[in-house]
């Protein structure tokens, strides 16, 4: 059983930082692309910043400069060093990960982490 587990989020004041981890563990063959994705109340789950195996990063453009998405391959475990924070930041964010079960499967399934609670006080 694959497991997504996040951690390192809080209460922070506008212009703070807080740096999110989210490690995969369980039986895995490999890790494709790794995401950080963000849900405020009422609204839909929005893309915040994806990296590849191979270190490619991609921004939403509302945390370009900001944010930073990273990866530590060796230990399963996508970061995002989030700066600048605002209060427009305040969502619960989680992570995905693209995972291979075994050399067997067919091809990556997709899973989630439960979330982690970022608020950003004015």
């Known amino acids: 059983q694959v497991q997504l587990v996040e951690s390192g989020g809080g209460l922070v004041q506008a212009g703070g930082s807080l740096r999110l981890s989210c490690a995969a563990s369980?039986?895995?063959?490999?890790?494709?692309?790794m995401a950080w994705y963000r849900q405020a109340p009422g609204k839909q789950r929005e893309l915040v910043a994806t990296?590849?195996?191979?270190?490619?990063?991609n921004y939403a453009d509302f945390v370009k400069g900001r944010f930073t998405i990273s990866r530590d391959n060796a230990k399963n475990t996508v970061y995002l060093q989030m700066d600048s924070l605002k209060p427009a930041d305040t969502a619960v964010y989680y992570c995905?990960?693209?995972?291979?079960?075994?050399?067997?499967?067919?091809?990556?399934?997709?899973?989630w982490g439960q979330g982690t609670q970022v608020t950003v006080s004015s």
């Open positions: 995905n990960s693209n995972i291979k079960r075994t050399i067997f499967s067919p091809s990556e399934d997709a899973y």
């Open positions: 369980g039986r895995m063959f490999s890790i494709g692309s």
């Open positions: 990296i590849t195996s191979a270190g490619r990063t």
